[in-house]
């Protein structure tokens, strides 16, 4: 069963179909050309494979995807700590596929690192083989009138800059879903352009906010690509969108009941839906600047125009999809504030904007400026770089492999040892030696107190390092709230570092946790009013959901208190949010 009831005719000239590759006049495979096609497919995804071979690592927000793949293998769940249910994974399919890999025994941590750079190698080459299919169709104007499609020749261009940056290197790795995230990319664009009336391509498209919640955005435009492309029937739109939107929904039902939230933890900790602007062009401005990459779009652009006709000849509703997706990616990224992570959340927008011109045909235009932008290229892959002292520039935002290696103290930083950093590694070490002792204890900011089961609690902001030497039968938690309800649903604290504007006070801890008499320092009046709070309105509401006992009237109400539940905050301090939440004079 096809998406449309009819084939739509194709408007290119000879009547060449949208979806023709290395296929001559009458139908005759062009075996010549294949190898050349072949080889110009699999050269960027080789290059960037031994790009992030050489820079490869793993971040600390790495190991919290690490931390919850562990607990699912030892049955607690889908969750960072046994006993609250808190999605701290954004990449709901990065997460089950860490799972898989686990499943034989093998190490996560590896995994993740090898897995992810497998996936960015394979979504360069299925970008660069969407390409292809893209642009072979047809014919080129040129001197002599139209090329045959079976001997056109192409060029890399597109695949030249991400090829050159060394944030796509750095993230070929690190343990995050962006590998998955070019991966879904570049298969996306591939099947909407070969495949436009499968129901498959359909299902495959509506797999965006399962990749990462802001990757709906592409999904959307995607799907409304394959409508244009496909035309089909009222039936079969139906079916289209019923292939697109089952898993996504059926998920999104199981986070709402699960979790009590519309998205994960991640989203609500870092407030996915205020708008941020200055700090975004701030981050724009750290990522293209150091890197001159006006001046790659300026030779693409220039050789827009001369090259217009040739456009003509693909199909349109494909080649500008990705466009359009691109920008509103990169448009979002701005509206939240950026990241903390240099160049980290605009690479899946680059590789959209940059996909129609992946490979380009060897014409004069496209040729002179495949020239330019390799001159570019090999001067930004040589020396091009970020001028921050210390890895961590006066925004926040930080060269983050730069800080994991010298924190570390390894060129390729995996299983984190913080060997150069002698903080993370005493504290590291000294809970790990709580955890062997098997008493109930609480890490307050490296004071050891009294604390309730499970065994160890404790409260660090460095989250990945947490989860990784905590026991799985204790509490990771974070003043941030990426994987802790309480302190994610606290308001923000402006002009803090970008993604670490939430601080939940030490006090809200102890009173959520402790056990025993204060720690010093502590003010008992604000200790009392936290634990007030923390029994009063939404935020009563806030720990049912996600500690008490999932049951089917559970799962309901957290189902139909979800939107509320998501934009609920509070005030970090414990007086003024018992006041609010209580009532109290």
Known sequence: ??????????????????????????????????????????????????AGYQRRWMSDDGHIYVRTVRQILAGNGPVFNAGERAESSTGTLWQWLLVLAGLPGADIATAAVYGG????????????????????????????????????????????????????????????????ATCWIGGAWLLLVARPRSLGTAFVLGLGPLVRPDLAL???????????????????????????????????????????????????????????WARGFDYLDDFTGPYLLWLPALFITAALLPSRRGWLSVPLAPALAPVVAGVLCWVYVIKVGGDFMHGRMFLPGLFLLLLPVFLVPATRAWATAAVGVG??????????????EG????????????????????????????????????????????????????????????????????????LGLNGTVVPLDGAALDPIGLAYPLAAHSER???????????????WI????????LPAGFRPERVAAAR?????????????????????????????????????????DPVRAERRLCGAP
């Open 1 to 50: 069963m096809t998406f449309t009831r009819t084939p739509v005719r194709s408007a290119r000239p000879g009547g060449a179909s949208a979806g023709a590759d290395a296929v001559g006049p009458g139908g005759r495979f062009d075996a010549a050309r294949a190898p050349l096609r072949w080889a110009l497919c699999l050269a960027p995804a080789v290059l960037v494979l031994i």
């Open 117 to 180: 750079l497998l996936l960015t190698a394979a979504g360069f080459a299925l970008a660069a083989w969407g390409a292809v299919r893209l642009h072979v169709g047809g014919g080129v104007p040129g001197a002599g009138g139209a090329v045959p499609r079976d001997r056109r020749v192409l060029l890399p261009l597109g695949a030249l800059v991400p090829l050159a940056l060394p944030p796509v290197w750095d993230f070929a790795t690190s343990g995050l879903e962006t590998g998955l």
């Open 218 to 276: 592409v999904s959307a435009v995607f799907l409304g690509a394959q409508w244009l492309s496909a035309r089909p029937s009222r039936r079969a739109a139906l079916a289209g969108a019923g292939a697109a939107g089952a898993l996504p929904v059926a998920y999104e039902i199981f986070r709402m009941g699960y979790y009590g939230h519309l998205m994960p933890l991640p989203g609500v900790t870092k407030e996915a839906s205020q708008s941020l």
């Open 375 to 388: 001159v570019w290229a090999a001067v930004c892959a040589a020396g091009l770089r970020i001028g921050y």
């Open 391 to 462: 890895l961590i520039g006066p925004g926040g935002i930080a060269d983050e492999r730069g800080v994991y290696v010298r924190q570390n103290a390894a060129a390729h930083p995996v299983h984190h040892g913080f060997g150069g950093y002698r903080e993370n590694a005493a504290y590291a070490r000294e809970v790990r030696a709580a955890g062997r002792e098997g008493v109930p204890v609480l890490f307050l900011a490296r004071n050891r107190v009294g604390g309730e089961a499970p065994s160890v609690t404790a409260y660090y902001a460095t």
């Open 493 to 507: 604290i402006p002009e803090r570092r970008v993604g670490h504007d939430k601080w939940l006070p030490d006090e």
């Open 510 to 517: 102890f009173a959520d946790r402790g056990a025993g008499a």
């Open 532 to 572: 007030r709070a923390l029994r009063c309105g939404a935020l009563a509401e806030l720990r049912a959901a996600t500690r008490a006992p999932l049951t089917p009237g559970r799962f309901l109400d957290n189902v139909t208190g979800a939107v509320e539940r998501t934009s609920f905050r509070f005030p970090n």
